[in-house]
């Protein structure tokens, strides 16, 4: 006992004697968390359109104005011919635009279906596919108030129902992309700075010759493997309090289903990053190497795989079934739960079980591999 | 009845080996892969004594002090270390040595006290023993009043005297030290023997390896390791005796290399090689070699300045034995 607390009190002198691991430490995922989650935000608003009316109608003005009325889309100009909006989105004066053809109200009035074209800009993607579907929820909305009215003219409908139609995002409501951001960054953060940092430093020692040193002592691999994690733990868990601190605080996101259910499930993860940390370690020499390693071998396919870029339900059958592989996929789903739906231990123990697990495993793996090679 | 007695001598005997020798080696082997680093060397280590582990880069000097001391597995073979399996009883053994690797390990970031602190934690050191021994410590390396400075400010001598002071720190009966003395001016080399005298006075039985001969002269044993294998051990004087049959004379030259190549080439020599701007050859003990020699080179129109008979050093042994070696090697593959 008294020789885990030898090391650790060594680790935090060299701790703190290092500046630049202080701030990578600390100031970093302050940093980076204010950086993702006011900058890199999906979000779009005020998309360019242009608009092509051929019926110019009543009722064409009317969609027009359901699109104008919104905060997403900012007219740019209407325009008589479709050349002329090919050419708006070549310049890329336009993002998206709307051609109503001739004959749009008649159609409608007779009971049939309207076509309607939009187009949007395919080379920025995202902003494509939101602005598309914004454009899909305006006017279905639109669509279903005119079914509404001409069933309540007819007088099929007797009650003149207030039918509610807004459309509802769950979770999100503002549909900010930073909402489900910032959840994840905490997942990343956490991830590099206890994996990294945790192979950094043991490999650092097998660099320097001290780590063997430290092997003809009469410490047992335990102590040692103890006093070496047990730093970046404290570091990992005073991370997550910044991250919800700021979170709360600078955007607003406080965590609905508690911090301490939040932090509890953080330890269980912090298991896993750990353990993976100290597995890097026993395969490779030098720091570079763990550092490459650290990257490319898990961090990397950890951020792909997790659900963090891609969503999961998009991925290919075979990929779906490697992410059930990733410790990070669990957590985000632990992290999004308690940030946005503010769900409990009913939901999320499942996750928990499997974080335990993968975490059980490759810390004991690990334990082992780190034995043997001193042994 | 008699069976307890039997038992008892019997520990006894053994407490009087282990009393008697502080490291033994039984045919210790150690194999990477195909390759032999250590091929079946043994050797005993008498308590007390310093005992030197000579040999080119390479030899297996590092393999062989890493398997003592429990770092690695030997392949094959087996080696006590006070009493203590290095195999079955890793942790005894690593409870009663110190050691100090070839890149003396010290944590560059923290300060000469700091480095201590630990170690002295690591070893379960506290209260007024461990003020001793860190006061110790410092005055031996000779470090009073650096204490806060940090290790990576030191040079080269003091780092190293500071390593030896944290393997140490514990008070183990056996050191043992890998090439401490490298990359290290020759004052503070000298100093460094001083302390491993001093140690060995006191009864600490010092096993180190080193490249340098004129370190190896100061040994009371000397084990020479080649190609993995132990090619000869002995006291320097056991050693140079080896040379017994042969004259060995240092020749000052013209053409060093010419006359080399030339009088290798003679019935009656055995060995050149070369000393500085001169180079030695050892003949067989035969009437007039000295005379022989300088014929030879006039003929050849080598002018030589000056041929004397010497009394051979640690390198000629060493270059023999290594020479012979070599030949018997190859006359095992010929074969
Ligand atoms: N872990 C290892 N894996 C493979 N080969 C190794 C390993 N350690 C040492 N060797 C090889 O074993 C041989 C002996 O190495 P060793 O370090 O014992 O030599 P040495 O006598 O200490 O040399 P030096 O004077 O350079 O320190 C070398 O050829 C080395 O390359
Ligand atoms: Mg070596």
Redesign the pocket.
């Known amino acids: 006992m008294n020789i885990i607390f030898h090391i650790i009190k060594k680790e935090f002198i060299q701790f703190r004697q290092d500046k630049k691991m202080f701030i990578v430490s600390f100031f970093a995922p302050v940093f980076q968390l204010l950086i993702l989650g006011y900058a890199a935000t999906f979000d779009v608003s005020k998309i360019p359109m242009a608009v092509c009316d051929f019926d110019n109608s009543p009722s064409s003005r009317t969609l027009i104005r359901n699109f104008t009325s919104t905060e997403y889309f900012r007219v740019v100009g209407y325009y008589d011919k479709t050349s002329e909006i090919d050419n708006q989105l070549d310049d890329g004066h336009a993002s998206i635009a709307v051609v109503i053809p001739r004959g749009f109200e008649k159609k409608m009035g007779a009971g049939q279906s309207a076509p309607l074209q939009v187009i949007a800009d395919g080379t920025e993607t995202s902003s494509a596919t939101i602005g598309l579907n914004y454009a899909f929820v305006i006017v279905s909305r639109y669509s279903q108030n005119i079914v509404l009215e001409s069933l309540i003219k007819r007088g099929s409908v007797m009650m003149p129902a207030r039918l509610s139609t807004e459309f509802r995002i769950w979770y999100n409501p503002d549909l900010k992309s930073r909402n489900f951001m910032v959840p994840g960054v905490l997942g990343l953060l956490l991830m590099v700075m206890t994996m990294i940092l945790t192979s950094l430093a043991i490999v650092k020692e097998k660099e320097l010759g001290t780590l063997e040193q430290l092997v003809v002592t009469p410490i047992k691999p335990y102590q040692l493997i103890i006093g070496k994690l047990a730093p970046f733990f404290v570091i990992g868990v005073i991370d997550v309090i910044l991250v919800v601190f700021f979170a709360s605080v600078v955007f607003s996101l406080p965590v609905k289903g508690g911090v301490l259910l939040l932090l509890g499930l953080s330890l269980i993860f912090l298991m896993t990053t750990l353990g993976l940390g100290l597995f890097i370690s026993t395969i490779s020499r030098t720091q570079q190497q763990a550092m490459m390693t650290a990257i490319f071998f898990f961090m990397m396919p950890m951020v792909f795989f997790s659900g963090f870029v891609f969503p999961i339900e998009n991925m290919p059958t075979i990929i779906q079934y490697i992410s059930y592989l990733i410790p990070l996929r669990y957590y985000f789903v632990i992290v999004r739960g308690l940030f946005l739906k503010g769900v409990g231990m009913s939901i999320l123990w499942t996750q928990a079980l499997a974080l335990l697990i993968f975490g059980s495993v490759i810390l004991s793996l690990s334990v082992m591999r780190f034995q043997k090679r001193l042994g | 009845m008699k069976l307890w007695v039997g038992k008892k001598e019997k520990q006894i005997n053994n407490a009087q080996s282990d009393l008697e020798y502080a490291v033994v080696a039984d045919r210790l082997t150690k194999k990477?892969g195909k390759?032999i680093?250590v091929d079946h060397v043994s050797f005993k280590v008498k308590r007390g004594e310093v005992f030197g582990f000579l040999?080119p880069?390479?030899?297996?000097?590092?393999?062989t002090i890493r398997m003592l001391c429990g770092l690695l597995l030997p392949t094959e073979g087996t080696a006590s270390v006070d009493g203590f399996d290095i195999a079955k009883q890793s942790d005894d053994v690593k409870a009663h040595i110190g050691y100090m690797s070839?890149r003396f390990s010290l944590y560059e970031d923290l300060t000469v006290e700091q480095n201590i602190n630990f170690y002295g934690g690591i070893y379960g050191l506290d209260g007024k023993h461990f003020e001793e021994r860190k006061r110790w410590a410092i005055e031996m390396a000779g470090l009073i009043g650096k204490e806060t400075m940090l290790a990576q400010a030191l040079s080269g001598g003091w780092r190293q005297r500071l390593a030896l002071g944290c393997s140490i720190l514990h008070e183990p009966p056996i050191l043992f030290l890998d090439?401490p003395t490298g990359g290290v001016d020759p004052v503070s080399r000298r100093n460094f023997w001083d302390l491993i005298y001093d140690l060995s006075h006191r009864g600490v039985t010092v096993f180190v390896?080193t490249?340098y001969m004129d370190e190896a002269e100061h040994c009371n044993t000397i084990g020479l390791i080649y190609n993995g294998k132990l090619i000869a051990t002995g006291s320097p004087t056991e050693l140079k005796h080896n040379l017994d049959r042969y004259s060995i004379f240092e020749v000052h030259c013209t053409q060093p290399v010419d006359a080399m190549e030339l009088l290798r080439g003679q019935t009656w020599t055995a060995e050149t090689s070369i000393f500085g701007s001169a180079f030695h050859v050892s003949t067989f003990n035969e009437p007039d070699t000295q005379k022989k020699i300088s014929q030879v080179l006039a003929k050849n129109k080598i002018q030589t300045e000056r041929i004397e008979q010497i009394i051979p050093s640690l390198e000629d042994v060493f270059i023999h034995m290594i020479a012979e070696e070599d030949a018997r090697k190859d006359g095992d593959i010929h074969l």
């Open positions: 990477f390759f680093a040999g880069n390479g030899a297996g000097k590092s393999t070839q090439e390896t490249h």
